[in-house]
């Protein structure tokens, strides 16, 4: 009678397979947030969404190419406006008016990225493995980075591949050749940001609804204070005119808590790469004076720096949280 082991060998002693390199092991966590992602259906629907500018850009130049090809150029003032458009602020408010968009897609791939795992007791089977505390934090970074990227990068990718076939003789490519890998470096830089925040307050919580309703908490909060903290300023000032991201005085200053808020940094780093301050959505540079935005409060190169340290801060606070901890009852 053959000797029967009534307890299976779970290990990895007895495996003869191939063995590839240990420092492959976080992208195996990240494949699995990838493909539990692209399930959702309402991530294409977000990510659509959120290049909503883009599309009406292209719907409003469409109409202005229309009137002045059937006024056969008469139409001076609608020849002006499409020779003067200033394409980085272009670029710069479809990013700006995407931020609710990829918040939302944060909130549905990242809420419950660590959450879930902890409500599942999935941690104490992640560090069994040959997998360590860092390896489980980059592989579900990568994940939600890797996806806020995409939906980024996509949109403004259609926009400017569309501007090259179409707008070059409005200035698309002249204006500014360095506008493309200006915006691809921008993407990862606020897509990092955001999947660091997103990770670190996942951590707190055992379900991912908690860390999704906080997270969202954090997000709407901050916003609502550097709007209120901006008009406060505007009164300190004697009046102003709110814009879209915070109050423009006189002068083109800027209120200096305008970036006090998870959108606002992102909107921050987007000016600073992009190096414009901004203007009116869909008009060109010489109406851009006439109520633009507000420019950033504090120097480039320290805003950049700032938003790193609280996204290390977050990724880090995220790796003391995981920790194998059996509970028996």
Known sequence: MANVNPIADLSYRSYDGLLESPRNRWW??????????????????????SGWYYIVMMIVMFVQEQIVTNSMGQNKDMVKRLTSMDWTDQFLHGFSYGQIWFFLIALMIGAGSIANDNK????????????????????????????????????????????????????????????????????????????????????LFRQGMHAGLSYAGLYLVTNFFTVMMSI???????????????????????????????????????????????????????????????????????????????????VWFAWTKIRAVEVVR
């Open 28 to 49: 195996v966590i990240s494949k699995m947030m990838l493909r539990m992602a692209i399930r959702k259906w309402g991530l294409y629907v977000l990510t659509i969404m």
């Open 232 to 314: 406060a300023f505007a009164f300190t000032q004697g009046g102003g005119r709110h814009g879209r991201h915070g109050i423009v005085t006189s002068g083109f200053s800027p209120a200096p808590f305008t970036f006090c808020s998870i959108d606002g940094v992102q909107i921050g780093l987007a000016k600073i790469i992009l190096n414009t301050p901004g203007g009116l959505p869909f008009m060109p540079k010489g109406m851009n004076q006439m109520g633009g935005q507000p420019v950033v409060p504090i120097p480039g190169l320290l805003l950049i720096p700032i938003g790193i340290a609280v996204a290390a801060a977050f």
């Open 120 to 203: 599942a007791n999935a941690l104490l089977s992640y560090l069994s493995k040959p997998c360590t505390k860092t390896d489980y934090v980059v592989g579900k970074w990568m994940g939600i980075f890797i996806i806020l990227c995409a939906a980024a990068i996509i949109p403004g990718l259609f926009f400017y591949a569309y501007g090259v076939m179409n707008w070059r003789e409005y200035g698309f490519l002249s204006q500014n050749p360095w506008l493309l890998p200006k915006f691809l470096l921008l993407v990862p830089i606020a897509s990092a940001f955001q999947a660091s925040l997103i990770l670190g307050v996942s951590s």
